[in-house]
């Protein structure tokens, strides 16, 4: 159980502080971050502010005897992943990742990555799905870039366990385009993906409450992959959210949590990140607005009914089945 490294403010004394707290009600900690384009082309110079905010979170981490999943984030949640995120100054958009600075660029910074960080896994593109519905010749590049990623750390460090996320309601056809259910871009990763990763925001589709939910909502993914299976990220909010009014309660929140960590455990999933562990601040911008009750604490650190769940889990004595 863990969080994704999201503060209640961009201050770095709450930033530490997430670690902390995920340390004392979880053992996993989640970053996630678009790769600084322009340090990691041929020939350029890393900064030391990556450098340094390296150091710094590798510390962290070990200071709180976390494991560490480190997301790279190459394209743009806020257009459904069909661009690429703060593309630099003078890059055709609509030539994204076929532009082969940038995959070079994603190519170091993978393996920097790897290298420095030493997370115990490494996601390499987020609920890539999207992109392969929305945008075919973009993901075909993709794939062939990432199985050669994936072959290069596997050389210099063969104990990560690399994969992509998947988004799950998009899977499910529940989004904007409907009945989907593009599967095959979960298959396209076959023998080059060590865990089924998914997002999961069920509050963003036409539901009602966490009881309109199918029973194998979550238990059906065991069906499609045999390996380990992770939740990255998860998220349901306290409150109603802008456009989507029939859903948000403390309670519903709560309602939710314990299915997730019921089917988690009933399907033997390996971990679940949750979004954030207090309302994050980054809901305050426009794009994020539906993430912004999300948390399991209230930003002044009052526990939600969900956290009370939360807690009495991360608590439990840790069996590991055979």
Sequence with gaps: MGFLA??????????????????????????????????????????EQTKDLTILEKDLVEQNNLTLVFAIDPWDSAVQRTRIHQLPTDYDPRKGILDTRLQTALS?????????????????????????????????????????????????????????????????????????????????????????????FPYLTDIDSTQSLETNYYLSLRQRFPGEIMIFEAAYPSKPVDTYPLIGTEGDQDTFIKKLLNDAEMGS??????????????????????????????????????????????????????
């Design 6 to 47: 999201l503060p209640k403010d961009s201050s770095w004394k709450n930033y530490e502080e997430t670690f902390k707290e995920t340390s004392k009600y979880g053992e996993v900690i989640a970053i996630k971050r678009t790769p600084p384009w322009e340090e990691f082309m041929t020939n350029a110079i890393i900064s």
């Design 108 to 200: 170091n910074y993978a393996i920097y990555v790897a290298t420095n960080y030493e997370p115990d896994y490494l996601i390499i593109g987020v609920e890539i799905n999207m992109l392969a519905i929305r945008s075919p010749q973009q993901f075909a590049a993709f794939v062939d870039l990432y199985e050669k990623i994936y072959r290069d750390i596997k050389k210099i460090k063969p104990e990560i366990k690399i994969f992509p996320t998947f988004q799950l309601e998009d899977l499910y056809g529940l989004l904007d385009l409907q009945n989907n259910r593009s599967w095959e871009s979960v298959e396209i990763f076959s023998g080059i993906m060590d865990v089924l990763a998914i997002s999961t």
């Design 269 to 322: 999933f390996s971990t679940i990140i949750w979004l954030a562990p207090l309302d994050p601040f980054i809901a305050n911008i426009d794009d994020n607005k539906i993430f912004r009750d999300v948390g399991l604490k209230k930003k002044t650190g009052e526990p939600k009914e969900a956290w009370h769940s939360w807690a009495t889990w991360a608590k439990r004595p840790y069996v590991l089945k055979k």
